[in-house]
T-cell receptor, first 119, second 118 residues
Framework: AQTVTQSQPEMSVQEAETVTLSCTYD???????LFWYKQPPSRQMILVIRQEAYKQQNATENRFSVNFQKAAKSFSLKISDSQLGDTAMYFCAFIYRGAGGTSYGKLTFGQGTILTVHP | DAGITQSPRYKITETGRQVTLMCHQT?????MFWYRQDLGHGLRLIYY???????DKGEVPDGYVVSRSKTENFPLTLESATRSQTSVYFC?????????????????FGEGSRLTVL
C-alpha cells in the first residue's frame, strides 16, 4: 500500500517570500502521478500542480513548482512570491497509474500542511 | 451549471440517526468517490464506484453504505450515526476509462459536507 507523509503540520511565510512544503511517499510502484491540492478556508479542493513519475522534468505552474526526487521518493512544493490568497491547507497526493495508462482517482493523501501567508 | 454538487453542506444529527449525504455530478464521469477529511489524517477514501451499480470499499468503509443507481448520483448513507463519524465529507469524480490515456487521475471535488454527530 502507498503512504504519503507531510511532516510539517503548519508553516508560515511573509508575503512576497518563498516557501517550500515537504512531502514524502512510499510505494513499490514505478508508474504513478503526484499532486498538490490546495484547500482554502472555503473548503474547496483545488488542484495546484501534478507530476508524472516517468517525467524527470519538474512541473511548474506560474508561481508554483515542484522538486521531484524519484529515488528519494520526495515531492516538495515551492511557492514563490507568496500571496495572501495562498493561505490554505495543502495536501500532497499519490495515485498509481494502472495498467493501460489509466487512473481512476483513488488517491492517497498526506495529512496536510496549513500554510499562512502574513502581510 | 456543470459540476459536482453536494447536499446538505452542513448537517447536525444525533447518535443513532440515519443520515444521507447526496452527491450529483453533471459531467457523466464514470468514477465517483466519497472521502472523509479529519485533522491529522488528510482525506481518506470511504467508498468508490466505477459505474452505475458497481461500488467498492475504500480505506474506511465501516458504518457507511453507498448506492449508485444512476451515473450522476452517488449518495452516502450513515445508517446509525456515531460521534466518530463527525467529519467533513467530500464527493469527487473522475472520467475513468472514458478519459483515455490523458486521464491523470485528477479528482474533481464537490464543496464538502460538514457533518456533526452529537
Amino acid at each position: 500500500a502507498q503512504t504519503v507523509t507531510q511532516s510539517q503540520p503548519e508553516m508560515s511565510v511573509q508575503e512576497a517570500e518563498t516557501v517550500t512544503l515537504s512531502c514524502t511517499y512510499d510505494t513499490s510502484e514505478n508508474n504513478y502521478y503526484l499532486f498538490w491540492y490546495k484547500q482554502p478556508p472555503s473548503r474547496q479542493m483545488i488542484l495546484v500542480i501534478r507530476q508524472e513519475a516517468y517525467k524527470q522534468q519538474n512541473a511548474t505552474e506560474n508561481r508554483f513548482s515542484v522538486n521531484f526526487q524519484k529515488a528519494a521518493k520526495s515531492f516538495s512544493l515551492k511557492i514563490s512570491d507568496s500571496q495572501l490568497g495562498d493561505t490554505a491547507m495543502y495536501f500532497c497526493a499519490f495515485i498509481y497509474r494502472g495498467a493501460g495508462g489509466t487512473s481512476y482517482g483513488k488517491l492517497t493523501f498526506g495529512q496536510g500542511t496549513i500554510l499562512t501567508v502574513h502581510p | 451549471d456543470a459540476g459536482i454538487t453536494q447536499s446538505p453542506r452542513y448537517k447536525i444529527t444525533e447518535t443513532g440517526r440515519q443520515v444521507t449525504l447526496m452527491c450529483h455530478q453533471t459531467w457523466s464521469h464514470s468514477y465517483m468517490f466519497w472521502y472523509r477529511q479529519d485533522l491529522g489524517h488528510g482525506l481518506r477514501l470511504i467508498y468508490y464506484s466505477a459505474a452505475a451499480d458497481i461500488t467498492d470499499k475504500g480505506e474506511v468503509p465501516d458504518g457507511y453504505v453507498v448506492s449508485r443507481s444512476k451515473t450522476e448520483n452517488f449518495p452516502l448513507t450513515l445508517e446509525s450515526a456515531t460521534r466518530s463519524q463527525t467529519s467533513v465529507y467530500f464527493c469527487a469524480s473522475n472520467a475513468g476509462l472514458a478519459g483515455g490515456n490523458s486521464n491523470t487521475g485528477e479528482l474533481f471535488f464537490g464543496e464538502g459536507s460538514r457533518l456533526t454527530v452529537l
